[in-house]
């Protein structure tokens, strides 16, 4: 579905019973809170789940300096990273031992790894229509308070939210397979059944 950032914005804003906005630089209350706000509630859904527009894989190097304990190895995630999904070694075993700390990985796993990720989507283009509503669901629980002053309109528009991310995630999760359904070794190589 061909989208944008401001039809997002505007189906929270009408959501409220708000104008609608011409841009994020217009100078109304709501387009400087939807510019405000915009970005962490962007980032906020697309961790909630491993979205299929979002998703991505990287190879990742080990740093050159070791971490100081703990772990063997260190690898820094890529810039636009926001979750991972799976994380595999040289001969694509799962990596069971890692944590992340600062936009690190830590592990005992030697290079190279490799991730499954959910990236930081900008380009609202990409977003199908269920997903773009759970943004504009969120957003609108974002922004009702702060435009109409009413705990219980955000409490409400919070319910939306959960209602309509409920949705799009069980219609994202049909639309793939599941990392943690994928047959692995020899059983799925002989076409067992799992």
Known sequence: MATSIIEICNNALLDLGEDSIMSLGDES?????????????????????????????AELAAAT????????????LPTDFLRIVRIVGQDS?????WEIQGGIILCNE??????????????PRQYDALLAETFSA??????AYPL???????QACWRTYQDKLSEAR??????GVPESVVPTGWLGAKGGRL
Not at 111 to 123: K, L
Not at 148 to 153: E, F, M, P, Q, Y
Not at 170 to 175: K, L, P, Q, Y
């Open 65 to 76: 300096a070791a971490p100081l304990w703990k772990c063997e190895y260190k690898y820094t």
């Open 29 to 57: 209350k709501a387009a400087g809170l939807c510019n405000h706000r915009w970005p962490a509630v962007r980032d906020a859904v697309l961790r909630t789940h491993p979205w299929n527009c979002a998703m991505t894989q």
């Open 170 to 175: 069980g219609v994202d999760a049909r639309e």
């Open 148 to 154: 109409s002053g009413s705990t219980s309109l955000a």
């Open 93 to 97: 075993t799962p990596v069971m031992d």
């Open 110 to 123: 030697e290079a190279p790894i490799y991730i499954s990720y959910v990236r930081r989507e900008t380009d």
């Open 138 to 143: 969120r957003l609108a629980a974002t922004l």
